[in-house]
């Protein structure tokens, strides 16, 4: 008797390892992401889209859960960090959109969000002129290039600036 007790015991704790190790589909880590997005529970949604990033790179998914993970941070709705690291996170995941998913849907706008951030929130000039000049040489037809252009004629310049700027280029 105990012998069979230990093989059953065997068999069940072996079950439940594996079942327990199991990595989730990536249609539960989207579906987590989205239910911890709508309770206000931002890092876990982060880990959640994360999660379906990594085990899932190839995924449709992927870039748009990037891009959520972007906006998260640009809204700095996480709160044990800094305003700037929050955006500083911002920045990287949208540049990771464009790096890894250049071909996605969410590509140029991601690029063009660095630049941005990076102008108008970090005030990292440098980083922002490289960044929208990439989205410039990326994809010059896109609908947002004239922004992007705009951005980079303006950088640095505090609302009066840009608005007596205007008005001298349209005497």
Same mark, same amino acid.
């Given at each position: 008797?105990?012998?069979? $007790?230990?093989?059953?015991?065997?068999?069940?704790?072996?079950?439940?390892?594996?079942?327990?190790?199991? &990595?989730?589909?990536?249609?539960?880590?989207?579906?987590?992401?989205?239910?911890?997005?709508?309770?206000?529970?931002?890092? @876990?949604?982060?880990?959640?889209?994360?999660?379906?990033?990594?085990?899932?790179?190839?995924?449709?998914?992927?870039?748009?859960?990037? $891009?959520?993970?972007?906006?998260?941070?640009?809204?700095?709705?996480?709160?044990?960090?800094?305003?700037? @690291?929050?955006?500083?996170?911002?920045?990287?995941?949208?540049?990771?959109?464009?790096?890894?998913?250049? &071909?996605?849907?969410?590509?140029?706008?991601?690029?063009?969000?660095?630049?941005?951030?990076?102008?108008?929130?970090?005030?990292?000039?440098?980083?922002?002129?490289?960044?929208? %000049?990439?989205?410039?040489?990326?994809?010059?037809?896109?609908?947002?290039?004239?922004?992007?252009?705009?951005?980079?004629?303006?950088?640095?310049?505090?609302?009066?600036?840009?608005?007596?700027?205007?008005?001298?280029? %349209?005497?």
């Amino acid at each position: 008797m105990n012998r069979y $007790f230990v093989i059953f015991c065997s068999i069940v704790l072996s079950g439940l390892l594996l079942t327990g190790c199991s &990595k989730k589909s990536e249609q539960e880590l989207y579906n987590a992401g989205v239910k911890n997005l709508q309770e206000g529970k931002y890092t @876990e949604a982060i880990d959640n889209y994360e999660s379906l990033v990594k085990d899932y790179p190839e995924s449709p998914r992927a870039p748009k859960v990037l $891009f959520e993970i972007g906006k998260l941070y640009q809204g700095k709705a996480v709160k044990n960090i800094s305003a700037t @690291e929050s955006l500083k996170k911002a920045v990287e995941y949208y540049h990771r959109i464009f790096k890894e998913y250049p &071909k996605s849907a969410e590509a140029p706008s991601s690029l063009f969000m660095t630049g941005f951030i990076q102008a108008n929130e970090l005030h990292d000039f440098n980083a922002a002129t490289a960044s929208l %000049k990439q989205f410039l040489a990326s994809y010059p037809s896109h609908e947002m290039a004239s922004s992007a252009q705009a951005e980079l004629d303006n950088m640095g310049l505090s609302p009066d600036e840009i608005l007596k700027k205007n008005l001298e280029a %349209k005497k």
